[in-house]
């Protein structure tokens, strides 16, 4: 079986700090990972993904997650905040065991202010 | 371009009708998927399909049904509505071999059931 758990459900920063989403998996075999966001009213875009190559992952508009096995995290950070950033983070995790199928976080909503 | 693509975009109904949402795509993918998105629970799984011979319930199945009409279209149906069915559903597809697990989505269908 497989899980996830975004440890924020509401995150909110200042425009210019760093942003901290965090999240934990379970999964029975090696796992592969996605970020998406989710802007308001809008369809879900994919942010980075971890599929068992390099444990540091970057992905669009300055993110990055860092995939550590040892703590099952898959932690995603952005140096520096921008408004446009504003949106609902999701954390996926889908294992070989699951035959690619995705379970979702229940995400986490960053607010952003100037 | 290439796009999952989801019909109608917004629908309100009343309890008791019957509601056929659609879904198709232009991505050449095997792999199609329904959620529903509720606030505070991320995505959950409706159904899911691997190709045109195969349908599988994913984790909340009951009131719902689904048609794989061709590779490219997909199909979600409420038999009759209920008002906890009010929610953001979205399709997604994938190809195991091409996408390595990545799932692409749909603009989603706010559905409202009064």
């Known amino acids: 079986a497989q899980s996830v758990t975004q440890l924020d459900s509401h995150v909110s920063v200042s425009e210019g700090t760093p942003v901290l989403l965090r999240c934990n998996y379970s999964?029975?075999?090696?796992?592969?990972l996605f970020w998406y966001v989710q802007h308001p009213n809008k369809g879900l875009q994919l942010l980075l993904k971890?599929?068992?190559?390099?444990?540091l992952v970057k992905g669009i508009n300055g993110f990055e997650a860092e995939f550590k096995k040892s703590e099952t995290s898959f932690h995603l950070t952005k140096p520096s905040a921008h408004m446009s950033d504003a949106a609902e983070y999701f954390c996926v995790v889908s294992g070989t065991d699951s035959w690619g199928k995705f379970q979702f976080g229940a995400g986490t909503q960053v607010v952003v202010t100037p | 371009d290439a796009d999952v693509t989801q019909t109608p975009r917004n629908r309100i109904t009343k309890t008791g009708k019957r509601i056929m949402l659609e879904c198709s795509q232009t991505?050449?993918?095997?792999?199609m998927y329904w959620y529903r998105q509720d606030p505070g629970l991320g995505l959950r799984l409706i159904y899911y399909s691997f190709d045109v011979k195969d349908i599988n319930k994913g984790e909340i199945s009951d009131g719902y049904s689904v048609s794989r009409q061709a590779q490219a279209k997909f199909s979600l149906s409420l038999e009759s509505a209920i008002p906890n069915q009010t929610a953001l559903y979205f399709c997604?597809?994938?190809?195991?071999?091409?996408?390595?697990?990545?799932?692409?989505f749909g603009p989603g269908t706010r559905l409202t059931v009064l």
């Open positions: 997604a597809t994938s190809d195991w071999a091409r996408t390595n697990n990545e799932q692409f």
């Open positions: 999964s029975s075999y090696s796992p592969s």
């Open positions: 971890y599929t068992s190559a390099a444990t």
């Open positions: 991505k050449g993918h095997d792999r």
